[in-house]
Nanobody, 124 residues
């Protein structure tokens, strides 16, 4: 069983930045593809970004591409999502997830473990 704990959410103004972190309980974080999803009030869970377990490929949704950066620190067993140029529409609960899959990382069904989520609120 892999446990994921997100942190770093909060309230930020439009144009500001936040760094979300996901602590992974396993020492073999490099064995999992890692993803971030988000859910805004009244909306479906949507894909944000994912990192292939090999760390050779990173995927971003169109609405965060160029603003968000996903990275992994194997020594610390953490995955981070750096979010810049935040917009009000980025307001959501952000979830970290781990997957044994090598592909289809934009689909929630391919993830095996999920964190509890962290709230990000962007105020205008």
């Amino acid at each position: 069983q892999v446990q994921l704990v997100e942190s770093g959410g909060g309230l930020v103004q439009v144009g500001g930045s936040l760094r979300l972190s996901c602590a992974v309980s396993t020492r073999t974080v490099g064995s999992y593809s890692m993803g971030w999803f988000r859910q805004a009030p009244g909306k479906e869970l949507e894909f944000v970004a994912a990192l292939h377990w090999s760390a050779t490929s990173t995927y971003y949704s169109d609405f965060v591409k160029g603003r968000f950066t996903l990275s992994r620190d194997g020594a610390k067993n953490t995955v981070s999502l750096r979010m810049n140029s935040l917009k009000p529409e980025d307001t959501a609960v952000y979830y970290c997830a781990a997957s044994r899959a090598a592909g289809g990382l934009e689909y929630r069904s391919n993830y095996d473990y999920w964190g509890q989520g962290t709230q990000v609120t962007v105020s205008s």
